[in-house]
C-alpha cells in the first residue's frame, strides 16, 4: 500500500487523487464497525451491513452497507478536514457511533425493503418522495425523535426512520421514558416490533456492492474541498451591524483595545463550533457569518469596549441567534 503522501506537503497532498490515497479501514474505524455489529447482535438482529471508506458519510439506495469517509481513516486527513472544514465528522468514537447508528437504519431498511411496508408509511411516509436540496425543521415538534444535530428526522422519511431506527439501537438509551407523551414514541414502539419480527430472518437484499468506493474516486483532494465547501457556503442577510455596535465600540476613548475583527478572527474556531452545536448548522456555514461580521468590524472600525470574557459570551449569543433564525428559515442542508 503507498503511503508516501503520508509525508508530502499539504500543497502537494491537496494534488492527489483520493483513489490515491490507498487507504482502508483502519484499526480505530474497524473497533467501531465491531462495535456496532455488537449492538446489532445485542438487539436480536441477524443482520450485518458491509462498509467500505468513500467520499462522505452515506447508505447507498438498495444497499446494505455503509460508506466511512476517507478522512477518517488516518490522523493526517482528520487533521486536513478540520483545516477545510472546521470539523472532523465522525472523528469522535461518541459521533461516529451515532453516525453509524443512523447510516444502520438506512442499511437495514434497504436490506428488508421495510420501506414498502403499508405501516412503515402510515407512520413514516412515502419514502419514494424526491429529497429536498435543505429543509425546514420545527424544533418544538414531538412527531420526531432527536439524535443527529439539525432536527435531522425532519428532512425526508428515510431520515425518519434511520433516525429512529438509532435511538432504538443505543444501549442503554430510555427511549420509552424520554420519549412518553410524544407522537414519536409510536414510531419507537413500531421498530421494536419490527424489528423482533425480522431479528432472525435472512436479508431479502443480499448485495454487497460498494458504491463509489474510494479507489474510484478520481477527484483530487482539492476537488473535494471545492465541491463541499460550496455545499455549505451561505448568503448570510447583512443585518448585523446593529448587534456589532453593541458589543464593539469605535469611539475613541477605546482606541487601544484590540480591533473587533482580530478579536473575532482569534475565537473564530470556537465559535464556530459552538454555534453549529447549538444550531445545527455546520461549522463552515457559520464560519461564513463569521467573516462577513469581521469584514463590516473593520469597515465600522470596531474594538473591544468590555473584557474578553463578557465580549465571547455576548457574541456566542447573537452569532446562535441569527445562526438559529436563518436555519428555521428553511436553510439547513441533506448531507447525511
Same mark, same amino acid.
Given at each position: ?69 476517507? *478522512?477518517?481513516?488516518? $490522523?493526517? %486527513?482528520? &487533521? !486536513? +478536514?478540520?483545516?477545510?472544514? =472546521?470539523?472532523? #465528522?465522525?472523528? @469522535? ?85 424520554? *420519549?412518553?407523551?410524544? $407522537?414519536? %414514541?409510536? &414510531? !419507537? +414502539?413500531?421498530?421494536?416490533? =419490527?424489528?423482533? #419480527?425480522?431479528? @432472525? ?100 472600525? =470596531? ?34
Amino acid at each position: 500500500m503507498n503511503r508516501r503522501w503520508q509525508r508530502y506537503t499539504e500543497r502537494n497532498l491537496l494534488k492527489l487523487r483520493l483513489s490515491d490515497l490507498a487507504l482502508d479501514l483502519n484499526a480505530v474505524l474497524r473497533k467501531r464497525v465491531a462495535k456496532l455489529n455488537e449492538e446489532l447482535a445485542a438487539k436480536g438482529l441477524r443482520f450485518r451491513p458491509h462498509y467500505w471508506l468513500g467520499e462522505e458519510w452515506f447508505t447507498p439506495d438498495g444497499v446494505p452497507g455503509i460508506a466511512i469517509p476517507f *478522512y477518517l481513516a488516518h $490522523p493526517r %486527513l482528520i &487533521k !486536513l +478536514e478540520r483545516k477545510f472544514m =472546521l470539523e472532523a #465528522e465522525g472523528a @469522535s468514537e461518541f459521533e461516529c457511533m451515532r453516525i453509524l447508528r443512523h447510516e444502520a437504519g438506512h442499511a437495514i431498511d434497504n436490506a428488508y425493503r421495510l420501506h414498502r411496508r403499508k405501516r412503515w408509511r402510515e407512520l413514516f411516509g412515502p419514502s419514494s418522495i424526491r429529497y429536498p436540496d435543505s429543509y425546514k425543521p420545527r424544533p418544538n415538534s414531538r412527531k420526531f425523535v432527536l439524535h443527529l444535530n439539525g432536527w435531522y428526522a425532519q428532512a425526508h422519511p428515510a431520515e425518519d426512520f434511520a433516525e429512529t431506527f438509532a435511538v432504538w439501537l443505543t444501549p442503554g438509551y430510555p427511549w420509552r421514558k424520554r *420519549y412518553a407523551g410524544w $407522537p414519536a %414514541l409510536e &414510531k !419507537l +414502539e413500531y421498530v421494536d416490533e =419490527l424489528m423482533q #419480527e425480522i431479528g @432472525s430472518q435472512p436479508m431479502i437484499i443480499k448485495t454487497r456492492r460498494k458504491v463509489e468506493p474510494l479507489r474510484e474516486i478520481k477527484m483530487t483532494l482539492v476537488e473535494h474541498y471545492r465541491k463541499k465547501r460550496t455545499l455549505y457556503a451561505v448568503d448570510w442577510p447583512g443585518y448585523y451591524d446593529r448587534d456589532l455596535r453593541r458589543v464593539f465600540s469605535n469611539e475613541p476613548r477605546y482606541k487601544s483595545r484590540m480591533s473587533a475583527a482580530a478579536f473575532l478572527r482569534s475565537h473564530r474556531i470556537e465559535l464556530c463550533e459552538k454555534v453549529a452545536h447549538a444550531s445545527g448548522m455546520h461549522p463552515y456555514a457559520i464560519n461564513f457569518l463569521v467573516r462577513n461580521m469581521v469584514e463590516r468590524s473593520k469597515a465600522m472600525k =470596531l474594538r473591544l469596549c468590555d473584557t474578553p470574557t463578557t465580549t465571547r459570551e455576548t457574541v456566542m449569543l447573537i452569532l446562535t441567534v441569527h445562526a438559529v433564525h436563518f436555519a428555521h428559515s428553511g436553510y439547513l442542508p441533506i448531507a447525511v
